[in-house]
């Protein structure tokens, strides 16, 4: 196996930084009305992380977050409003929005979650993915 090399990532302005230090976990895409409402697209690309493997550089300080009563939390750059992680209720558990890295993060998505609330306005491509009609854990 190759060696890894850290994965980098940044809000649009610049304002956070990150470095991923081992290989992604998983990866998925999420549809359900929260996600819609937060990004503004039909749905969100992630990427689950190994626990301690998030290492936030700069930014920190202005990290905003929105802590649904159910669900994980959703950070954002306070600066230019970049979605960039979730986090569970613990702690425990980060997720990196995809198109937050820097390259390439060496992992796709491998299901579609919550596509019972799939936007009506974008069909989900016939990719072969999974589906799940509520979340997937």
């Given at each position: 196996?190759?060696?890894?090399?850290?994965?980098?990532g940044?809000?649009?302005?610049?304002?956070?930084?990150?470095?991923?230090?081992?290989?992604p976990?998983?990866?998925?895409?999420?549809?359900?009305?929260?996600?819609?409402?937060?990004t503004?697209?039909?749905?969100?690309?992630?990427?689950?992380?190994a626990?301690?493997?998030?290492?936030?550089?700069?930014?920190e300080?202005?990290?905003?977050?929105?802590?649904p009563?159910?669900?994980?939390?959703k950070?954002y750059?306070?600066?230019?409003?970049?979605?960039?992680?979730?986090?569970?209720?613990d702690?425990?558990?980060?997720?990196?929005?995809?198109?937050?890295?820097?390259?390439?993060?060496?992992?796709?998505?491998?299901?579609r979650?919550?596509?019972?609330?799939?936007?009506?306005?974008?069909?989900?491509?016939?990719?072969?993915?999974?589906r799940?009609?509520?979340?997937?854990?």
């Open positions: 196996m190759p060696d890894f090399e850290p994965l980098r940044r809000c649009l302005c610049g304002t956070v930084a990150f470095v991923v230090t081992a290989p976990v998983s990866a998925s895409y999420c549809h359900c009305t929260r996600c819609q409402r937060r503004g697209t039909a749905a969100s690309a992630q990427a689950r992380l626990p301690g493997t998030l290492q936030i550089l700069t930014g300080e202005v990290l905003g977050t929105y802590e009563p159910q669900g994980f939390a950070l750059c306070g600066q230019c409003g970049s979605a960039l992680f979730s986090r569970s209720a702690g425990s558990v980060w997720s990196v929005r995809l198109g937050a890295f820097d390259g390439d993060p060496g992992i796709r998505p491998q299901w979650q919550f596509v019972a609330y799939a936007a009506p306005w974008e069909p989900i491509p016939d990719d072969g993915l999974p799940y009609d509520e979340g997937k854990h």
